[in-house]
């Protein structure tokens, strides 16, 4: 119940592709899910984050879809560049503080 | 530039001898948090503190503690660190929305990654 699963575990795109990364959850309660960004030896770092409420938000190249009925929700970057190889954490928190993270995708954009 | 401020970034210890991470923010957040991330996982949330409220998480060794002495800064002491401690602790600050306010993000420390000798 309390879990985000997330796929696929890592991703080779060419520069210009779209990588898309997906997660899944279980408990309804969940109420934002952000989506955070890591470069090695760096902690993570907010990329964009959306609400239940809303089924598309857009910052920049980077994408979340979310489709409330199925408690799915996904990254998309556009126009992908080398600099966006990173490892790409979905998340998601109800009341209180704990947030949920998923396992991780690890991104390489190659030149 | 506000942040939150890890220190030191590489820290290494002998088994079994006690030592304690430092984390401080200027965002003055008052809800404060320690992960740990081992290679190629999530971070797993140890506590948290909310103002001067420690929040344990069940699955959380004894091991580990924590203090947070003032709004700015918080430490992570692990008293006894076994070989499966070594790992990167992150440190992290939210504000508290309060009820029914918009959630906010997790802001992360750069990390101090651990090594056990």
């Known amino acids: 119940q309390q879990q985000v699963k997330q796929s696929p575990q890592s991703l080779i795109v060419q520069k210009g592709g779209i990588p898309i990364i997906n997660c899944a959850y279980e408990n309804t309660a969940f109420d934002y899910f952000p989506w955070y960004q890591q470069f090695p030896g760096k902690g993570p770092a907010l990329l964009i984050a959306?609400?239940?409420?809303?089924s598309e938000k857009k910052e920049g190249r980077f994408t979340i879809s979310f489709n409330k009925s199925a408690k799915q929700f996904s990254l998309h970057i556009m126009d992908s560049q080398p600099g966006d190889s990173a490892t790409y954490f979905c998340a998601a928190s109800s009341g209180g503080f704990k947030t949920i993270f998923g396992a991780g995708t690890r991104l390489f954009v190659k030149a | 530039d506000a942040m939150v401020i890890q220190n030191p970034r590489y820290q290494v210890t002998q088994f079994g001898k006690p030592v304690t991470l430092s984390c401080s923010q200027t965002l003055n957040h008052n809800v404060m948090y320690w992960y740990q991330q081992k290679s190629s996982q999530a971070p797993k949330l140890l506590f948290h503190y909310y103002d001067k409220d420690f929040n344990n998480e069940a699955d959380t060794p004894d091991n580990f503690q924590s203090r947070r002495p003032n709004t700015s800064f918080c430490f992570l002491d692990i008293r006894s660190p076994g070989l499966g401690d070594a790992a990167m602790y992150l440190c992290a600050t939210s504000r508290d929305p309060g009820l029914g306010g918009t959630r906010r993000p997790q802001h992360f420390g750069d990390g101090t990654r651990l090594s056990i000798l």
């Open positions: 959306i609400r239940p409420d809303v």
